[in-house]
DNA sequence: TTAAATGCAAATCTTTTGCACTGGC
DNA sequence: GCCAGTGCAAAAGATTTGCATTTAA
């Protein structure tokens, strides 16, 4: 396809070592396009692309958050055993997770201390900590 | 049904009160029976219950799980977006998720010490916080 | 040119639901 | 006897996969 300007959007496509294609460029876009981190799942990203006029599957949304995933550029979340986020945050943050509307929003890390953490287990190591502050509307 | 002798796992039921029918019991009893406290997937409760060679259905697995988190008596924790997982121990306590084999086990509680949390958005309120240490075998 | 990426539909997997039947109380 | 509980099969929702077609390099 035709040459892009080095948008933020390109370079983080770059920096997966992934192809630029025409839907990848448009999901990066809608991802990372404004330097903003973001949450998404499969269904809103999908829906998101359709509105800006792109043309991808539901399946190539799929295909390509997972290609994403697995160059380290995109994080999965799991907070609701329905269904999967995406955020473009990497680091490894806290998150809060509206129960009323599944919405999922970053938590401000700074404001997280953990004084202690359980020790692995014989033979394991500490992968990542997952924690999700779950929220309801205060009555 | 006849009458059965309290055991813990009648008493169970009964603290959730939910009607003591066969395969309830059969469950409670799986789940339970030997007040320890256990980490289940419908689909392994399933298994483990027509290995006893009681007659439950799948469905009713995944109801009877439903209602004892309805009750209190069981606590639903989502670690790993493709299924559910129930705990008996309903009190607020990290879990370990073992990546390589997808098992999830109880982290020590008092070895979790939280300094600071994150302050709940305006309008809104702390439900629960889940914790979720992932590990990965030392390589 | 050629391997990678895509689109679509069908398949898979987990979980829920409708409905007729069974069994506690 | 009444109504909650159950079984089964079918439905539903999220995600993946097979395969023929397109496209970036």
Redesign the pocket.
């Given at each position: 396809?035709k040459?892009e300007r080095a948008t933020y959007a390109t370079l983080w496509l770059g920096r997966a070592g992934?192809?630029?294609?025409?839907?990848?460029l448009a999901l990066a876009e809608l991802l990372v396009g404004d330097g903003q981190h973001r949450h998404v799942?499969?269904?809103s990203l999908f829906e998101a692309a359709r509105q800006t006029g792109a043309?991808?599957?539901?399946?190539?949304?799929?295909?390509?958050?997972?290609?994403f995933c697995e160059a380290g550029v995109l994080n999965e979340i799991t907070v609701d055993?329905?269904?999967?986020y995406f955020d473009t945050n990497t680091h490894d943050h806290p998150h809060f997770f509206w129960e009323d509307d599944g919405r999922l929003s970053d938590a401000p890390a700074e404001q997280l201390q953990i004084a202690r953490l359980p020790d692995a287990p014989e033979g394991a190591e500490i992968a990542s900590v997952d924690v999700v502050i779950r929220l309801r509307r205060k009555s």
């Amino acid at each position: 396809m035709k040459p892009e300007r080095a948008t933020y959007a390109t370079l983080w496509l770059g920096r997966a070592g992934l192809r630029p294609t025409r839907q990848r460029l448009a999901l990066a876009e809608l991802l990372v396009g404004d330097g903003q981190h973001r949450h998404v799942t499969a269904e809103s990203l999908f829906e998101a692309a359709r509105q800006t006029g792109a043309t991808v599957s539901l399946a190539t949304v799929y295909n390509t958050l997972r290609a994403f995933c697995e160059a380290g550029v995109l994080n999965e979340i799991t907070v609701d055993g329905s269904k999967s986020y995406f955020d473009t945050n990497t680091h490894d943050h806290p998150h809060f997770f509206w129960e009323d509307d599944g919405r999922l929003s970053d938590a401000p890390a700074e404001q997280l201390q953990i004084a202690r953490l359980p020790d692995a287990p014989e033979g394991a190591e500490i992968a990542s900590v997952d924690v999700v502050i779950r929220l309801r509307r205060k009555s």
